[in-house]
């Protein structure tokens, strides 16, 4: 292997732009998880395909690793790069095709903001169907890498669901153009489906076409108190009857407590409870909702509630569920992303319980997820006194017991945050043998020499 330097990037890689300054290389070798210290030996920012290849091929001829890198906001450490790696920035292409009202899509660069995309949508009268709290920093390239979720996969599907083509160019540096945004092709293996949530291991996605919805109807957003977790699924499974939803969400008083702290919010409703439920739905008649909520207060499942009187109230409602995520942040949480279906939810939530109650008896636990899609993000906080490397060891040996849980209801240690680092230990509570194994082979295909994003999920 050569070393790099400026001289070696001119010479074999002139026109891409390279930054070996250690900013820059602390900056983009780390992702939101700081679970490594950044150490990558070169950052580079190509600006179309043809330079992402001229990469691949150099880097496997001297024997490089790459790690490509988007807005860096995972939480699994799929974008660290802390082992002398090229890190592979997309920001500098973020070039934003015009949408196709016929075909109601739009080509994107993989650089595109995500937030940028929701408003070219918005503008043109349409809508990108998903979105999470990192829609500002997250890029297009990385959402599709990581087959992102967010908060209304229960309407619109995971960012798998909205990709009808694909430039990417594998790790021997081929270039594929994959599935052409068709609609329908029934033309044997889908290619492009492996590259969603393959985390940048196969290949570096360069841009895709994105499907765009119809404006979505006037909604209203719900907030209701549940006093029992157990509820929970009933109440999902009523409201899902009553109305149009497009999301469904769950936190618990801890969440709000830490939200309200943090973004100097007042508290939600009149009093604590156990659980929130977060609803966002098509707007419903006011009979119509009345009679739901009195239903549900009959039967036990709510307590209270309050519904949105104006979109800038929808929006302070969602901050409750929306900046959990970043009101714990600088307590470096130990954090779970875990999905069942749907209806061993209430199961899952009920041996988790005793399992965390057993198990972390004096550590501070967090409920909260997108539970209408069965995905919890449990998360673990540090008690202040207690030092960072033993919370995490203690926290890795109880993950055994709760990932187990997982695995008994044939469900994901990893819903929608990839497997990254963080969680490739655990990939075959997930994943059996047989997956694995052709997993592997499938890298080994689209990446010979395993320069791309070694080390991560497999
Ligand atoms: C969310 O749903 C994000 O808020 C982050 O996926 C989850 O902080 C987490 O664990
Ligand atoms: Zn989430």
């Known amino acids: 292997m ?21 900013a820059s290389l602390e900056t983009y070798g780390r992702d939101w998880t700081h679970l490594r210290a950044p150490a990558p030996s070169a950052v580079l920012f190509p600006r179309n395909t043809s330079q992402v290849q001229e990469i691949i091929l ?5 024997g490089f690793a790459l790690v490509p890198s988007g807005g860096r906001t995972g939480l ?37 903001i995500t937030a940028t995309l929701q408003q070219a949508a918005s503008a043109a009268g349409l ?28 309407r619109y599907g995971l960012t798998r669901e909205q990709v009808l083509g694909m430039t990417a160019v594998t790790g021997a540096g081929e270039v594929l153009e994959l599935n052409h945004a068709l609609i329908k092709n029934a033309t044997g293996y889908d290619l492009r489906h492996l590259l969603i949530g393959s ?70 409703l009149e009093s604590p409870t156990a659980f929130y439920a977060l609803l966002e739905f098509d707007q419903l008649d006011e009979t119509g909702l009345t009679e739901w909520f009195e239903q549900a207060m009959e039967a ?63 550590f501070e636990v967090l409920w909260y997820g997108h539970i209408g899609d069965g995905n919890l993000h449990l998360n673990v906080l540090k008690p202040d006194e207690m030092d960072l490397n033993a919370f995490k060891a203690q926290c890795e040996q109880v993950n055994e017991l709760v ?3 997982v695995q008994k209801h044939s469900g994901s240690i990893s819903a929608e945050h990839g497997v990254g680092l963080l969680k490739q230990p655990w990939l075959a509570y ?7 194994a052709l997993m592997r082979a499938l890298k080994q295909q689209f990446d010979p020499d395993g320069i791309l994003n070694p080390g991560k999920l497999l």
């Open 76 to 112: 699994s450490g799929g974008a660290v790069a802390a082992d002398g790696e090229w890190v592979i920035s997309l920001e500098k292409m973020r070039s934003l095709g015009t949408v196709n009202p016929t075909e109601a899509c739009i080509q994107v660069e993989a650089g595109v």
């Open 300 to 362: 036990g499942w709510i307590s209270d509630g309050l519904i949105s009187q104006s979109d800038e109230q929808a929006k302070q409602m969602w901050a409750y569920r929306e900046r959990i995520s970043e009101s714990i942040a600088a307590r470096k949480p130990y954090k779970n992303d875990i999905a069942v279906r749907v209806s061993a939810v209430p199961a899952l939530l009920a041996e988790l319980d005793e399992l965390v109650q057993q198990q972390y008896p004096d």
């Open 2 to 22: 050569q070393t790099v330097d400026n001289q070696y990037f001119h010479q074999y890689l002139p026109g891409v732009e390279v930054r070996l300054d250690s």
């Open 199 to 268: 985390e940048g291991t196969l290949a570096i996605i360069t841009a895709a076409t994105l499907k765009l919805w119809p404006r979505p109807p006037l909604r209203d957003v719900m907030l209701l108190a549940v006093p029992d977790d157990q509820a929970i699924m009933a109440l999902f499974a009523s409201a899902r009857q009553a109305m149009n939803l497009s999301a469904f969400e769950f936190f618990s008083q801890a969440c709000v407590e830490h939200v309200c702290a943090h973004a100097g919010l007042p508290a939600p």
């Open 127 to 154: 809508f990108y169907g998903v979105d999470f709290a990192s829609a500002g920093s997250s890029q297009v390239g990385g959402n599709i890498a990581t087959n992102a979720g967010g908060i209304r996969v229960l």
């Open 430 to 436: 997930s994943r059996s043998e047989a997956e694995i």
């Open 58 to 62: 150099r880097a496997r001829q001297d």
């Open 403 to 405: 990932f187990a849980v």
